[in-house]
């Protein structure tokens, strides 16, 4: 097994070159994390989607514009922040000309995690948010129910902070059979969960 990288800049070397899942097979490219290395607060989402694995940033398509949009609305855009997900390559299912997103397997969540361990170790942020169940599972090493722990601030070993929220992409999922009513409710417990972030984090909202 190879060594920890010791900054980010090695770090990204070295996950372009992961091989520890068959995923790096049929994706673009490999999608590190992105930000500062003092960021205060680290986002971590399930995996990149299409727009994300062709520009090989995270966060990049429709699901990372709400995020960044309630990050700023939650009054977070004044803190130093870094986005991340759990897998960091695209899995995906081929349906004609589209490349669909398909969930990653606990395997392929846990084989995945030396790399974003290494980043909580370098980054060392005062509070991770992971954004859905696969991304709790890559932050916190287990399954999680998200209605059991969501909006919570949960403790690890080593005094690291945790809280679960849902992915931006199902306030996406939704549009289509929800009302204008259950759109605003789903977006506005959203919000909230991101504001018990920043009042952990002291800022006010």
């Not at 500062?36 to 520009?55: C, K, S, T, Y």
């Not at 429709?62 to 899995?91: C, M, Q, S, W, Y």
């Not at 789903?186 to 009042?199: E, G, K, M, P």
Request: proline share 5%; with cysteine.
């Amino acid at each position: 097994m190879r060594e920890p990288a010791s900054n980010l800049d090695e770090l990204r070397s070295a996950e372009a070159t992961c091989t520890r899942c068959p995923l790096y097979q049929h994706a673009t490219q490999v999608v590190p994390g992105e930000g500062p290395r003092d960021a205060r607060i680290m986002f971590v989402g399930e995996q990149p989607g299409n727009d994300e694995d062709l520009r090989g940033r995270p966060f990049v398509g429709p699901a990372g514009r709400i995020l960044h949009r309630a990050i700023e609305e939650a009054g977070l855009d004044r803190v130093r922040f870094f986005v991340t997900n759990a897998v960091k390559h695209f899995k995906f299912e081929v349906r004609g000309k589209r490349r669909l997103h398909k969930r990653p397997n606990a395997y392929e969540v846990d084989r995945c995690r030396w790399w974003l361990d290494q980043e909580r170790a370098l980054v060392k942020p005062d509070l991770v948010v992971a954004l859905g169940v696969t991304a709790a599972r890559g932050v916190l090493g287990r399954t999680v129910t998200l209605a059991k722990v969501r909006g919570e601030i949960l403790s690890q070993a080593g005094g690291s902070r945790v809280l679960v929220t849902i992915h931006p992409s199902y306030l996406l999922r939704i549009q289509s059979d929800a009302t204008e009513a259950e759109k605003a409710d789903a977006y506005q417990r959203f919000l909230h969960d991101l504001r018990v972030c920043a009042n952990a984090l002291h800022i006010a909202v």
